[in-house]
């Protein structure tokens, strides 16, 4: 009877995860396209599939869920840079790797871009916002990973001797420059700057430069580029169209 008892609490638990797990997967969705003062609860239950009160059942407050989805993207985020980052290899080629991560995941960490950027627009209009939590549970630690990497780089005479921050803005900060000035590009160059091959040409274009730029040795940094994006192909991004929020 007891073991019945246990297994019934045991399936119970289950159905509440996975529940909340759809609840939060809805709420990532409409809080990223819509922002948190645009975001319908309405919406969010029947892309969940469940009754709007159960929302407040296991969130109690709008404002509570988005800080939960927040909570769990930023935790998804987290966890595939530091993958990249304790990876079996050198710190240069950890290096390549967590640059061309860092893009890969403006395109397929859509949510998590759009909400970052939200972030920083409420921190702008002096409103109390969940930019914080995204600096304890993700910049702060990888900050602090890749800090630790380049410098254990430059030190083992792998990267040229160079401020590990310099470092950290050619690798990452590139990134984000080409994607929050995709309508300035698209004033400046011939081509569409989402477009697949523009964006598959980008990525390489980025791991080759660092492999020349950080590297003591050139012929090996150029080896290990080519190694990164052969065993890194492009992952499947569909259309990317970038990360403006709804206006309402």
């Known amino acids: ?34 922002g948190l003062a645009g975001a319908r609860t309405e919406q969010i239950a ?4 469940v009754n709007k009160a159960l ?18 993207v930023s935790a998804r985020v987290r966890d595939r840079s530091m993958a990249v980052f304790l990876r079996d290899a050198s710190p240069g080629e950890r ?3 967590a640059a061309l991560d860092h893009f890969d995941r403006i395109l397929t960490q859509r949510e998590f871009q759009s909400l970052m950027q939200q972030e920083m627009m409420r921190l702008h209009k002096g409103e ?6 995204l600096v304890k549970r993700v910049f702060g630690p990888v900050q602090a990973m890749f800090q630790s990497m380049a410098r254990e780089g430059t030190t083992s005479g792998e990267l040229i001797e160079a401020d590990w921050m310099q470092i950290a803005l050619a690798a990452l ?22 477009d697949q091959e523009v964006l598959r040409a980008r990525r390489v274009a980025l791991v080759e430069f660092l492999g020349q730029a950080i590297f003591r040795d050139r012929q090996r940094g150029a080896e290990l580029a080519a190694k990164v994006l052969a065993d890194t192909p492009m992952p499947e991004c569909g259309e990317f169209k970038g990360f403006e929020v709804e206006s309402k």
Do not use: C
């Open 1 to 34: 009877m007891a073991e019945q008892s246990q297994h019934s609490h045991s399936e119970a638990a289950e159905r509440t995860a996975e529940t909340r797990g759809r609840i939060l997967d809805a709420a990532l969705k409409e809080f990223s396209a819509k």
């Open 46 to 49: 029947a892309s969940a599939g």
């Open 55 to 72: 929302l407040y059942y296991y969130f109690e407050s709008k404002e509570k869920l988005y800080a939960a989805a927040l909570e769990m």
């Open 95 to 97: 290096l390549l790797r």
């Open 128 to 133: 109390e916002g969940g930019l914080p939590l």
């Open 173 to 194: 900060g590139a990134n984000v420059f080409y994607f929050l000035s995709a309508p300035v590009w698209r004033q400046l160059m011939p081509f569409e700057p989402f």
